[in-house]
Antibody
């Protein structure tokens, strides 16, 4: 089955850290840009970060710069999101998403993980 | 780039047409290739988004032809020609003109 599997979410207190993992089965991530997109409860979609095929370029939404780090391990066909100094407003379902076109930077997301919930509260 | 979707919600009868808009704060038309860097997604409760349309009007494989994307520059529209039960969902537009700053619209909720 072709799928992305998101994991690593949980309930934490403000200031704590979590590491999310996105692993693919039945499809390759190696040659594709990858992103994390989040959705706060009852809200819309917000792009969080993306990473180039070889990891040489990474971009972030302003609200997470300096706190979140996106990384990838192509040998493991996986992408990660290290989230430090979490805030209440980071509470959301986090999805990983693959860009549609191999080797191209167009951020059209044709494959999505099922999402993993991150809940930050005191 | 800010994407503004309207209306926020829309109630349509089965078989009727549903039309909703996405307006961009700047043009999504890239001069070098004359393409509009806009996609539409459908999201049902408890599910991840599903890509429907890219390049403003290119329907993805398997997407029913009752879904049509149109528009250029800053103004875009998604039309469902004859609403079906399974089309009840939230629809999002997304711009990918700027790789370093991808943005989504706020969504339009389509109900029966």
């Amino acid at each position: 089955e072709v799928q992305l599997v998101d994991s690593g979410g949980g309930s934490v207190q403000p200031g704590e850290s979590l590491r999310l993992t996105c692993t693919a089965s039945g499809l390759m991530l190696t040659d594709y840009w990858m992103s994390w997109v989040r959705q706060a409860p009852g809200k819309g979609l917000e792009w969080v970060a993306n990473i180039k095929q070889d990891g040489s370029e990474k971009f972030y939404v302003d609200s997470v710069k300096g706190r979140f780090t996106i990384a990838r391990d192509n040998a493991k066909n996986s992408v990660y999101l290290q989230m430090n100094n979490l805030k209440v407003e980071d509470t959301a379902v986090y999805y990983c998403a693959r860009a549609m076109v191999r080797g191209i930077l167009w951020q059209i997301f044709d494959h999505w993980g099922q999402g993993t919930l991150v809940a930050v509260s005191s | 780039i800010i994407l503004t979707q309207s209306p926020a919600s829309l109630a349509v009868s089965l078989g009727e047409r549903a039309t909703f808009d996405c307006k961009s704060s700047q043009s999504l038309l890239f001069d070098l290739n004359n393409k509009n860097y806009l996609a539409w997604y459908q999201q049902k409760p408890g599910q991840p988004p599903k890509l429907l349309i890219s390049w403003a009007s290119v329907r993805e494989s398997g997407v029913p032809d009752r879904f049509t994307g149109s528009g250029s520059g800053t103004d875009f529209t998604l039309t469902i020609s004859s609403l079906q039960d399974e089309d009840v969902a939230v629809y999002y537009c997304q711009q990918y003109l700027i790789t370093a700053a991808v943005t989504f619209g706020g969504g339009t909720k389509v109900e029966l």
